[in-house]
């Protein structure tokens, strides 16, 4: 009985001690899911290395600031200017590359398991004259992002679609966002994302990425 107490009163601490802390999704599809236009060992070094480490980090900046724990990586990065200043900087770099890698996953999908209906292709072309202009201008903002940083579409508040790009881990939701608007679709543009199988051709990694879109969850979440 004893033994079992103490067994109960490990187990108590335990999740004591891990409630709150940020995990690392699995990605929702196979590694492989994405080839031949992303290719499997990426996908492992972006998952397993590169967003994993943006998640330790992450629960590492908040370690003075344990109360914190309870907030989503949402709602930090949504309030970056009301945390303590001394973690502000790593929370919008970590915070942001947590939330940004968790959707990007969820914005892909298998080749031809997603493609775009009629209906998004109208809302497209409405937004941006027709899908070939708004893949063009999506690749210009996923190619002339110098440095590291990401391409989106996002919805603003007066419902319009709109392309920008961010650089480093920022997004079009954080506090003190450029441009604010609901992200719809993304792409990483950071060498880590694509430099194995693109080397430096950006522009073809950006076109590529045409074919692993979800374009069935992008439609949800223009029409959210
Ligand atoms: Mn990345």
């Known amino acids: 009985m004893k033994r079992l107490n103490f067994l109960l009163l490990l187990l108590i601490l335990f999740s004591a001690f891990s409630f709150g802390q940020y995990k690392l999704p699995d990605l929702p599809y196979k590694y492989n899911a994405l080839e031949p236009y992303i290719d ?33 990586v949402l709602e930090l990065i949504q309030s970056l200017n009301e945390l303590p200043a001394d973690i502000q900087n790593v929370v919008r770099n970590n915070g942001g590359g ?9 914005i892909m999908a298998a080749p031809g398991t997603a493609n775009m209906s009629p209906k998004l292709e ?3 072309s409405e937004n941006f004259g027709s899908v070939d202009a708004f893949k063009a201008e999506f690749e210009k903002a996923a ?25 480093n881990q920022d997004n079009p939701l954080m506090s003190g966002a450029e441009v604010k608007g609901i992200p719809v679709l993304t792409l990483d543009v950071w060498e ?26 992008v439609e949800k979440l223009i029409e959210q």
Not at 143 to 161: H, N, Q, T
């Open 40 to 72: 499997s060992t990426t996908m492992h070094i972006h998952h397993d290395l590169h967003h994993a480490t943006y998640v330790s980090n992450l629960n590492k900046s908040l370690e003075k600031h344990p109360e914190l724990y309870k907030k989503s």
């Open 143 to 167: 190619v002339g992002r110098f440095g590291s940083g990401w391409a989106w579409l996002i919805k603003e508040p007066s419902g319009k679609l709109r392309i920008i790009s961010t650089p």
């Open 192 to 217: 880590h994302a694509y430099y194995l199988k693109y080397q430096n051709k950006r522009a073809a990694y950006a076109k590529a990425f045409w074919n692993v879109v979800n374009w069935t969850e």
């Open 122 to 124: 109208k809302i497209l």
């Open 98 to 106: 947590v939330y940004n890698h968790s959707f990007f996953w969820k």
